[in-house]
């Protein structure tokens, strides 16, 4: 059984930094893709990053230079993601989702088969 769980939410200041982990057990296929999402009260879920297996990775043009996404995939262990956020805006605030799915790269939605239930970032101004 795939499950797939974050951690590490907050509410930080404007220009603040947080990370958010989540971990994915149940699945440890090397070609599995990992992702965060985002969705803002009364807005649609929208890709903030993603990585895959051989370290690639994507970013949403609003977050670009200001998160980081990386992974751990070591033999034996839970894969685990993390979101590095930095110089947060008010905008960033959101329910953020980590998903894994056997999509390749990119931020499609269609392409994630698994899903957390969300941590939530709020960002004050």
């Known amino acids: 059984q795939v499950q797939v769980a974050e951690s590490g939410g907050d509410l930080v200041h404007t220009g603040g930094s947080l990370n958010i982990s989540c971990t994915v057990s149940?699945?440890?296929?090397?070609?599995?893709?990992m992702a965060w999402f985002r969705q803002a009260q009364g807005k649609e879920r929208e890709g903030v990053a993603g990585?895959?297996?051989?370290?690639?990775?994507?970013?949403?043009d609003s977050v670009k230079g200001r998160f980081t996404i990386s992974q751990d995939r070591a033999m034996g262990l839970v894969p685990t993601v993390d979101l590095q956020m930095n110089s947060l805006k008010p905008e960033d605030t959101a329910m953020y989702y980590c998903a894994a799915g056997f999509g390749g790269a990119g931020l499609a939605e269609r392409g994630f088969k698994y899903w957390g239930q969300g941590t939530h970032v709020t960002v004050s101004s």
């Open positions: 149940g699945l440890t296929f090397d070609d599995v893709a």
């Open positions: 990585i895959v297996g051989d370290g690639r990775t994507i970013y949403a």
